[in-house]
């Protein structure tokens, strides 16, 4: 299996994590953004050695709610990604049977198993911006969960690199050749073989060229594969990809409403396919053997060993990197603000409202320390909540309490629309420029209040 470097993403500061480290009364570093460009890297400092720095002394019964603490972070994190994984088997049991014999019945079965291997995966993005506060070693089979997570959820992506786009469509990839029709293709200055799709293929591939829109592997490709293009734009409607696109019989095979001398291009189709899902699932069992419980050089081992140094550190900043930085900013306030069905996080399938609530549901999980598993289990027991109340900072608990269950039912209105009332993301985004009818005007107005709250919210807390 090749675990490759992932998409270097910016990190904006959060005043959550600042404020609920102050709470703590933990010493005040924030983690430094990877990349130089804008004006908020003055504001950021790497996180330091805390021996080098002073490490805070806790006393025997602090430590022991770190302790409790750190065990059921940790516990939340093993499930959260066996859940992942475990769904996502089920996505390539399901990919497999549908590229075996594609019929209709057998794209919808592959369609709702990622929708359900989402869920669990989008409640893990809390573990995720933990590069800065991990220790170098050799002997740990992933250096951090942000240095991972980019072949598994990178986005927006260029899908004309893969497959046939529409004629309008632009990207930073222009050419006819992709990935499916074309056995070599070139990016830049660098000519790729294409002739054989394979998981290792298409790990070496994602982001080519240095480009970040260049993604061919993850969940975002498979929903590629699965659903196609959404050229509705802000209207109603997902992607339409017609089981046709990977029928293997001469005469049969399409590429949208192209029909194709032979059925190569769809026999490729699949392997793509395939070989993305299966790249997945091996991502995924990575992941999850890194948070065994009584592993050895692992992220789970790593976080346990530093637990008393930066491991309450790494959890504040954790949710405050996903609350504001990447949820409220990236994937909210850039969608609303600009209208941009592009940046839309589940462009392909609609599903967007899902992971918005999924995304920010991780953060509470932390926050209450407690994650549901796929089949009902509740694990974790101890959380961030706990910890204040347990150190006399009630006040502050009850006030985060208070301000999670107001943007837990922000996004309420957001699931309850896009999943009763068929009222997507994509619809929701629409600015007062692109809305030509008056009745989808006022459909829209909750959902759009509800997102804008969200990212207020976020900024507030």
């Known amino acids: 299996m090749t675990i490759t470097t992932v998409t270097s993403r910016k990190i904006l500061p959060t005043t959550l994590a600042a404020a609920l480290a102050g709470l703590l009364m933990v010493s005040g570093c924030t983690k430094q953004a990877k990349e130089d460009t804008d004006s908020t890297a003055d504001t950021q400092t790497a996180v330091q050695d805390t021996t080098a720095a002073g490490t805070t002394k806790l006393s025997a019964v602090d430590q022991a709610y770190t302790d409790r603490l750190m065990i059921s972070y940790a516990n939340m994190a093993h499930a959260a990604y066996k859940d992942s994984l475990d769904t996502a088997k089920a996505l390539q049991t399901a990919v497999e049977t549908y590229v075996t ?26 573990f995720r911006f933990d590069e800065g506060f991990v220790t170098a070693n050799d002997k740990r089979a992933l250096g951090s969960i942000d240095g991972w997570e980019g072949q598994v959820n990178a986005w927006p992506l260029d899908e004309a690199l893969i497959d046939y786009v529409s004629d309008g469509y632009e990207g930073e990839y222009n050419s006819q050749d992709n990935i499916i029709n074309s056995d070599s293709i070139t990016v830049g200055s660098i000519k790729q073989d294409t002739s054989t799709i394979t998981p290792e293929l298409l790990a070496e591939m994602n982001e080519i060229g240095g480009s970040e829109a260049n993604v061919t592997t993850g969940y975002h490709a498979i929903e590629f594969m699965l659903w196609g293009q959404d050229n509705n734009g802000v209207g109603e409607g997902a992607g339409n990809r017609p089981v046709t696109d990977y029928a293997t019989e001469a005469g049969q095979c399409t590429s949208g409403e192209t029909v194709n001398e032979d059925a190569g291009i769809c026999e490729r189709r699949g392997a793509f396919l395939k070989a993305a899902t299966q790249l997945l699932v091996d991502d995924l069992t990575a992941m999850e053997a890194e948070w065994q419980p009584e592993s050895e050089n692992t992220l789970r081992s790593d976080l346990m060993a530093r637990k008393y140094d930066n491991g309450l550190r790494q959890i504040m900043y954790q949710m405050g990197s996903l609350a504001l930085g990447e949820l409220a900013s990236e994937r909210i306030q850039v969608a609303f603000v600009t209208g941009s069905t592009e940046d839309e996080h589940e462009c392909f399938s609609d599903l967007t409202h899902l992971s918005y609530a999924n995304n920010a549901r991780g953060i509470q999980n932390v926050f209450n320390g407690n994650y549901k598993t796929v089949a009902g289990k509740s694990v974790g027991g101890y959380g961030v909540k706990n910890y204040l109340v347990d150190t006399n900072n009630k006040e502050a608990a009850d006030k985060l309490a208070t301000d999670f269950a107001k943007v837990e039912a922000a996004f309420n209105v957001i699931v309850e629309k896009g999943e009763k009332e068929g009222i997507k993301v994509d619809q929701m985004i629409a600015t007062a420029g692109q809305v030509s009818n008056k009745v989808f005007q006022l459909k829209s107005k909750i959902p759009v209040v509800a997102g804008l709250k969200i990212v207020s919210l976020a900024y507030k807390s």
């Open 101 to 126: 014999t594609p019929t209709q019945a057998n794209l919808d079965a592959a369609k709702a198993a990622y929708k359900a291997a989402r869920q669990p995966y989008s409640q893990t993005e809390i």
